[in-house]
């Protein structure tokens, strides 16, 4: 459950490669079976990093302000992507325009503006990544777009993404310079339902299919097959990250297994941990309804059209066992773990919002060959989106709810993504 669902420094113990020692393979308390030519690593609750070597992070920049410069303000980021130089580009939804900063953190331009011309975007623009070349392509799905610019801002045409083609879900950029992204069969009312089978295809500059990726079923998180959004939170979904090749990493959430694939999309490896199902709550759920409403009225949405997302919210039986997974330093695996309503109190359980607090802050890391680590604690109310090199970038949010653009740095990590 992605999309219907981003400061306090910490200090880092020296980072070590993401591969083990012999010494560190025999303190493993897991074990490595062979089904069939591919690997499986079941893992334990506890990970190899000791209290001297466990990973940690410290924030070495933050972009934006609540007052002041226009410049330096956000309304609501919905994705960003970095240059090796270090230049950020941010896609504000709500602003309809990209900004971009130095790796400094200095204001550079604006990039494009609200509208449906050439090099506008409307609100439905949900993700930028880098291009070829001097190119970001920024995904407009309300405009079924995908525009390009140069990085000196300058307009370079846009290709059509078509939502009859299938609804975009999770967009990515491989170091390659393609698209890639994950598209759900469209359902519509009174129509024969598609083939459940959701599909991630990578795309070049000029909107070309270049390779399949993957082929996967479809989540139930949320539907259109009734005529009206329909959402069951928390009901399994596909979840998957990129890694270097271009590579998928990919799992079903209802359980603790991802499996690696190669670039030709064989499977190689299948991680396992275990985790508790634990149960979606009555208190949970009208949680969520009212930070959901809470966050529909904030978007302006009519009382009567309220009414009719508030009938079609309904809830799975259990909580997933992790949110979302990202390819860190030296091919590590990160995985987010969830974080529901009955973990909070206070003011934070009040100001809960589904689109950005059901990512915890806790993040289990694995190295190159799927072992557990450990657990990298990031600062609250920060969500990572990027990896590059040693750095970790992505946007965190104060206690009034206003976005800044966050650097976070893996200390003497020696990196080769």
Same mark, same amino acid.
Request: charged fraction near 20%.
């Given at each position: 459950?992605?999309?219907?669902?981003?400061?306090?420094?910490?200090?880092?113990?020296?980072?070590?490669?993401?591969?083990?020692?012999?010494?560190?393979?025999?303190?493993?308390?897991?074990?490595?079976?062979?089904?069939?030519?591919?690997?499986?690593?079941?893992?334990?609750?506890?990970?190899?990093?000791?209290?001297?070597?466990?990973?940690?992070?410290?924030?070495?920049?933050?972009?934006?302000?609540?007052?002041?410069?226009?410049?330096?303000?956000?309304?609501?980021?919905?994705?960003?992507?970095?240059?090796?130089?270090?230049?950020?580009?941010?896609?504000?939804?709500?602003?309809?325009?990209?900004?971009?900063?130095?790796?400094?953190?200095?204001?550079?331009?604006?990039?494009?503006?609200?509208?449906?011309?050439?090099?506008?975007?409307?609100?439905?623009?949900?993700?930028?990544?880098?291009?070829?070349?001097?190119?970001?392509?920024?995904?407009?799905?309300?405009?079924?777009?995908?525009?390009?610019?140069?990085?000196?801002?300058?307009?370079?045409?846009?290709?059509?993404?078509?939502?009859?083609?299938?609804?975009?879900?999770?967009?990515?950029?491989?170091?390659?310079?393609?698209?890639?992204?994950?598209?759900?069969?469209?359902?519509?009312?009174?129509?024969?339902?598609?083939?459940?089978?959701?599909?991630?295809?990578?795309?070049?500059?000029?909107?070309?299919?270049?390779?399949?990726?993957?082929?996967?079923?479809?989540?139930?998180?949320?539907?259109?097959?009734?005529?009206?959004?329909?959402?069951?939170?928390?009901?399994?979904?596909?979840?998957?990250?990129?890694?270097?090749?271009?590579?998928?990493?990919?799992?079903?959430?209802?359980?603790?297994?991802?499996?690696?694939?190669?670039?030709?999309?064989?499977?190689?490896?299948?991680?396992?941990?275990?985790?508790?199902?634990?149960?979606?709550?009555? %208190?949970?759920? /009208? #949680? $969520?309804?009212?930070?959901? *409403?809470?966050? !529909?009225? &904030?978007?302006?949405?009519? @009382?009567?059209? =309220?009414?009719?997302?508030?009938?079609?919210?309904?809830?799975?039986?259990?909580?997933? %066992?992790?949110? /979302? #997974? $990202?390819?860190?330093?030296? *091919?590590?695996? !990160?995985? &987010?773990?969830?974080?529901? @309503?009955?973990? =909070?109190?206070?003011?934070?359980?009040?100001?809960?919002?589904?689109?950005?607090?059901?990512?915890?802050?806790?993040?289990?890391?694995?190295?190159?060959?799927?072992?557990?680590?450990?657990?990298?604690?990031? @600062?609250?109310?920060?969500?990572?989106?990027?990896?590059?090199?040693?750095?970790?970038?992505?946007?965190?949010?104060?206690?009034?709810?206003?976005?800044?653009?966050?650097?976070?740095?893996?200390?003497?990590?020696?990196?080769?993504?």
């Amino acid at each position: 459950m992605r999309k219907l669902m981003s400061l306090l420094p910490v200090v880092l113990a020296p980072f070590v490669a993401a591969g083990c020692s012999d010494r560190d393979a025999a303190q493993w308390a897991g074990n490595v079976t062979d089904s069939a030519g591919i690997t499986i690593v079941a893992n334990p609750d506890v990970g190899l990093w000791t209290d001297t070597d466990r990973w940690q992070v410290e924030q070495v920049l933050s972009i934006g302000t609540a007052e002041g410069d226009p410049d330096y303000q956000f309304g609501q980021v919905a994705a960003l992507t970095v240059l090796d130089d270090g230049r950020i580009y941010v896609l504000d939804t709500q602003g309809q325009h990209v900004k971009a900063f130095s790796p400094a953190g200095e204001f550079l331009m604006t990039i494009g503006g609200p509208g449906n011309g050439p090099g506008e975007l409307a609100r439905g623009a949900s993700a930028i990544v880098r291009g070829p070349g001097d190119t970001l392509l920024v995904v407009d799905s309300q405009n079924q777009r995908v525009n390009r610019y140069l990085t000196d801002g300058t307009t370079a045409g846009s290709f059509r993404l078509s939502i009859t083609d299938g609804i975009p879900l999770r967009m990515a950029g491989s170091r390659q310079g393609l698209l890639v992204g994950q598209f759900r069969p469209l359902a519509l009312p009174n129509q024969p339902a598609p083939d459940s089978m959701d599909v991630v295809v990578s795309r070049n500059a000029v909107g070309e299919i270049v390779d399949t990726l993957f082929t996967f079923r479809s989540g139930a998180s949320f539907s259109f097959a009734s005529g009206r959004p329909e959402f069951k939170l928390f009901s399994s979904e596909p979840i998957w990250a990129l890694r270097p090749g271009p590579r998928i990493m990919f799992g079903v959430n209802s359980e603790y297994r991802i499996g690696t694939y190669a670039a030709d999309g064989t499977l190689e490896r299948i991680i396992t941990k275990p985790f508790t199902r634990d149960l979606v709550s009555e %208190a949970d759920q /009208q #949680t $969520l309804i009212n930070a959901m *409403e809470r966050v !529909w009225k &904030q978007f302006g949405v009519p @009382p009567q059209q =309220l009414a009719v997302l508030k009938d079609g919210i309904g809830f799975a039986e259990f909580y997933p %066992a992790y949110f /979302q #997974t $990202l390819s860190g330093p030296n *091919e590590s695996i !990160w995985v &987010q773990q969830l974080q529901t @309503p009955a973990s =909070l109190s206070g003011q934070a359980l009040e100001d809960y919002n589904p689109q950005t607090d059901l990512g915890s802050p806790n993040w289990d890391v694995f190295d190159s060959d799927g072992r557990f680590l450990g657990v990298v604690r990031m @600062p609250n109310r920060f969500q990572p989106l990027q990896f590059l090199d040693d750095r970790i970038y992505g946007i965190g949010r104060d206690e009034l709810d206003v976005q800044y653009v966050i650097v976070m740095r893996i200390n003497g990590a020696v990196a080769t993504d």
